[in-house]
């Protein structure tokens, strides 16, 4: 079964092993290309990736998934999800334009494959 279209494993390939086993490769990030709609968040306390996708993804139904795409949109993407935004931070989040027509193309995923 495929990963669904927004899902963050949809720019994965699938390997097989011997025994037929599947494994998906590492996925490669959109990362942090300057955009002329890309907002600039200052972190306040109590901010997660989480609730920041929510808040800014809110057209797209379970919008709050899509915290993947605002870690992998930094300059330095952030690695471990699970760590607390530090206050005053600035996080790059993507448009919702760039999200939809850019990072979840579809002509992006066969450009992986």
């Given at each position: 079964m495929a990963p669904h279209a927004g899902s963050r494993y949809s720019f994965c390939l699938g390997l097989r092993d011997e025994a037929g086993h599947l494994f998906l490769t590492e996925r490669v990030p959109y990362g942090y290309q300057p955009h002329a709609?890309?907002?600039?968040h200052l972190v306040?306390?109590?901010?997660?990736l989480w609730g920041l996708a929510g808040?800014?993804?809110?057209?797209?139904?379970?919008?709050?998934?899509?915290?993947?795409?605002i870690a992998d949109f930094q300059p330095e993407p952030i690695v471990d999800p699970t760590l607390e935004l530090e206050a005053g931070r600035r996080v790059y989040v993507p448009s919702l334009r760039v999200l939809t027509d850019v990072i979840l193309s579809?002509?992006?995923?066969?450009a992986g494959e």
């Open positions: 709609d890309t907002r600039v306040a306390q109590g901010d997660s808040r800014y993804f809110v057209p797209l139904p379970r919008a709050c998934g899509f915290w993947w795409a579809e002509q992006r995923r066969r």
